[in-house]
């Protein structure tokens, strides 16, 4: 792993932590969603396969909720 990914994986962990600590002390709602998405992107950044799959579930008749995704050439997909 190169170094701007450490960095980067840094930074996500820095944002989740903060976002932890603000939700515990009630961060509203709105402020909440905006904040994970910002990290949803910050994960997508560093990993492609997971923005695939991300920008897939979130697409029209892609995956629904509590449904795990599974790629076209899977047995069961």
């Known amino acids: ?3 701007s990914e450490d960095g ?3 930074e996500v962990i820095r944002a989740i932590d903060q976002l932890a ?3 515990g002390q009630g ?3 709105a402020e909440m969603s905006a904040r994970v998405a910002a990290v949803w ?10 923005a695939r799959l991300r920008a897939a579930y979130e697409a029209p008749g892609g995956g629904r909720a509590g ?5 076209p050439d ?3 997909g």
């Open 27 to 29: 961060l509203e709602a």
């Open 41 to 50: 992107g910050m994960l997508s950044a560093l990993d492609p396969e997971l």
């Open 74 to 76: 899977h047995p069961e």
């Open 67 to 71: 449904q795990a995704l599974r790629p």
């Open 21 to 23: 600590e603000d939700a």
């Open 8 to 10: 980067a994986i840094a």
């Open 1 to 3: 792993m190169c170094s």
